[in-house]
């Protein structure tokens, strides 16, 4: 299964994994399953890094390495999954989190998250 992982799932996946539910935690960790992170991702950690929010206080460079050298795959973000938001019925208001559901469902990759408010989007979406 592919798996694109929301921001806090892939924080907690990346250095916390005491936090990861353990559904999360069992998919991240079958070797079957190809792990992704979205440039939007990255986007995110950086705005709020640099914001000084205490739940992103990873830097956005060692981040991205880390999850490379790890066997992930980055996702980019294209033109077609930012048109791809105009269609998303307004259930969250987090542009970053809606670019992930644009692109999970253009690309048909099931987007992991523990956000309630996320997992009601249709599509490829699974809470953990």
């Known amino acids: 299964m592919k798996l694109l992982l929301d921001t806090h799932v892939l924080l907690w996946a990346a250095g916390q994994t005491e936090k990861l539910p353990s559904g999360a935690r ?3 960790e079958n070797r079957r399953n190809d792990l992704f992170f979205s440039a939007a991702n990255l986007w995110e950690v950086a705005i709020k890094h ?16 880390g999850l490379l050298d790890n066997g992930y795959e980055e996702l980019p973000i294209t033109s077609e999954h930012v048109v791809a938001v105009v269609g998303l019925p307004p259930i969250h208001k987090d542009p970053f989190d809606r670019l992930l559901v644009a692109q999970a469902m253009v690309e048909g990759i099931t987007l992991l998250t523990v956000d309630p408010q996320l997992a009601k989007y249709p599509g490829p979406i699974r809470q953990v």
């Open 50 to 65: 640099d914001l000084g929010r205490k739940d992103f206080r990873v830097d956005p460079r060692l981040l991205r390495r």
């Open 26 to 28: 069992k998919l991240i």
